[in-house]
């Protein structure tokens, strides 16, 4: 069997700038997530970032992507918005989006849900425990009732999307709040999956369940083959005698 | 009780320069709908069209419009962005949106839902049944099992829209097609309806079904009142000690 | 108007045999939440309780019921077989239905949900503070973006219960779980609404937020007039020429 | 990677008295559906009836199973009530439900979806038409626009089943109905999908695009391994101090 082609795409001016980011991230995020994921036989990752030609994000390059991982903090404005159209055009057509944490923001993900995508938000390293609200989610795969990360910036509930389709995970944060953290969307033939936890600043993609979900969600969100296509618009003649 | 202000907003194109439309709605579909709505003791509807100035939706209007009808076919592209954006703010803070027919295309409804809201179609005039796939709504009140509207524009699958929260009318053609003719979003605060009959040619929106329908939409979508806010994307202070 | 007829149902054993809960609610719980309902001059609240004949849910009552409240806890075998199944059959033919609490355990809200309803739990009197997940949605009228109960029983997940239709309330507990703690759903043409807090040892029903979500549930479950009925099982003539 | 463990369960009774039935399915239409889907190599497909010893669904069978298919009509009554929560159990704890045609009255599907189940039927041989109205989803892979059946048993809405999580398939028919005919449920850990087509003087289960769905609901059926546990109902200790 074919392997998913997976991009994983990272604004990737943290790791540059901030020497506390790229302590922990040398590489940048992008390239850690993308060696998680090539320890699966059935995935082969690789990198794009913003400074890249087009953002990286060619014709050529999306033709050939079946899911798309977004990382983003601090330049969303300076993504163009024709890359952006162009990304949803291939989510519609079938490709798989996976937004992280602070691309919540991002125009893409925006443009995907329709409405504002704010929520609030605290930098304190405050400890996050992720419950699984749907167990039976292929996302959920492999993961305990509920696993932890020690210190992550915190996003609270009310969070500005639509209802989702699945609600795999649910974060508890020790300052108070509560926040729905793994949701599911179809947008056109792509799946969306958003997962909340990832600060620049913490190791959280170094570990082990996230990992895990990030696996099962590229599996989930991989491209159905040869399935009917969206309409061109036209018109068309009646199938019945009317 | 405060009346609900309805706001039904129309292109306002085709009546004045087709006579075939005209012969049907002298005054505007928006004119005629709106009567209807007034029949009711507790709506107050007035009229906007893409001509007036700001497209009639201007800041001072929107605040005071409850619930904004859209009508739209030929000219979607001459709504300015600004508008849009707009109309997109008072919807995600509590504003209802009902979006008839063509404007299944129009910048707003696509700008909501994410998606390319592309679908087939064919101006045949032939007959439509539309099912209550939902008799439990508040949307399908005073309706029978089903209603029929003799000439109407077809609509067919693939709607591409998300997954509606709920799927109040499915409608069968005679020509062999079928379609999710009534969908009920939320977005933000704001609570969205898509109906789909209500062709310029066809006398649709005199029909008392279609306008028991538009009824019971209009009264759903109300704003929900003083309920929590949007956040406003700034940082907070734990509630508990971290 | 016709006022809202609304059945509050409680076990009502606790408040007799345990002095802590009957020092709490000398007349029952559904006596105080009776009494926080029927403050509003479009609801008429009356009770009903386990012991009573027929549980208080002869086909007269439920006939005459609009929307039917359920608290329950230690007695659910008690309650009889043919009682839940005539409770069912009205709640699909339109009566809306608020299980509380303890109630998800109930021989009604399984059959209603088709699940096991089972969650974890802790009754350890620690604070809950219930953030409000969807402020468009009718429930969510006149709240803040969360309230508090100082003293409550601990519900946790994973809770095993069918994806909600609208997920209105998100829980929060100092022992570090969270609990998805307003719930909506449609079964036939009935509302369901289940709400979690509220146990016997605590004076929640008593919480003015508590009893403003409990009034705006009632709104929002009432039964939809005159709409499609249910299919009665029988063969039906083509409407078109097959 | 290890086989998926189909069991096609089939009341089988028509097939023994009615020679109409038996000349389409001499072996019964579960060893036509076992067939199709045992030339997947991914698949191992079983057969169990009704007459078997405890209906050929015993705890060892079950544990065995992951994806159970059931075909039945008109002799639900006789399916065991212990054997139905037998059934039930398997499915919450993860083992995948695939229920066809005159199955939506069958007990296990009445008691995961806590509804009626009602719809209204015509016996006509007519002609149905299957929209897909979800693309992009596992079960719609392959698959056109749409495809027809020549002559199948109508049936028509009302469905009285919950909003599904998604809508794969609507179907057309002749006589002036439309059905929802692909829903998908996920009911605790496990999924469901009802599928419609299948009426028993038809060939219905001989044709590649049926084939085809039920090849691809097993897949999406299918348990998600080692993920969280529903929870057993016992108290908890706190996580955090309290």
Redesign the interface.
């Known amino acids: 069997m074919a392997k998913l082609r997976v991009l994983v795409w990272n604004e990737f001016r943290h790791e540059k700038k901030n020497p506390k980011v790229k302590k922990v991230y040398p590489k940048g995020m992008h390239d850690v997530i993308a060696k998680a994921l090539n320890k699966d036989k059935g995935i082969k990752a690789t990198l794009a970032a913003l400074d890249d030609f087009e953002h990286g994000l060619t014709e050529e390059v999306l033709k050939n992507t079946d899911v798309l991982i977004w990382w983003a903090h601090g330049a969303h404005k300076e993504v163009k918005d024709e890359i952006v159209d162009r990304v949803?055009k291939y989510v519609?057509q079938?490709m798989g989006l996976i937004v992280l944490h602070s691309g919540h923001?991002s125009k893409i993900f925006r443009?995907?849900?329709?409405?504002?995508c704010?929520?609030?938000?605290?930098?304190?390293g405050?400890?996050e425990?992720l419950?699984?609200?749907?167990?039976?989610?292929?996302i959920?795969?492999?993961?305990?009732?509920?696993f932890e990360l020690k210190h992550e910036e915190?996003y609270?509930?009310?969070?500005?999307v639509?209802?989702p389709?699945?609600?795999v995970f649910?974060?508890?944060?020790?300052?108070?709040?509560?926040f729905?953290s793994g949701l599911c969307?179809?947008?056109?033939?792509?799946?969306i999956f958003y997962f909340r936890p990832g600060h620049e600043t913490h190791p959280t993609y170094y570990d082990k369940n996230i990992q895990q979900v990030l696996k099962n969600a590229v599996k989930w969100a991989a491209?159905?083959?040869?399935?009917?296509?969206?309409?061109?618009?036209?018109?068309?003649?009646?199938?019945?005698k009317?």
Chains 1, 2, 3, 4 share one sequence.
């Open positions: 949803q519609l079938g923001f443009k995907m849900m329709g409405t504002s704010i929520l609030t938000w605290r930098e304190a405050e400890k425990r419950w699984v609200t749907q167990p039976g989610h292929p959920a795969e492999g993961l305990p009732e509920y915190m609270g509930e009310f969070f500005d639509p209802h389709e699945a609600l649910t974060s508890w944060f020790k300052g108070g709040e509560v729905r969307y179809t947008r056109g033939k792509g799946k491209p159905v083959k040869n399935s009917a296509k969206i309409p061109e618009g036209v018109s068309v003649k009646p199938i019945e009317i």
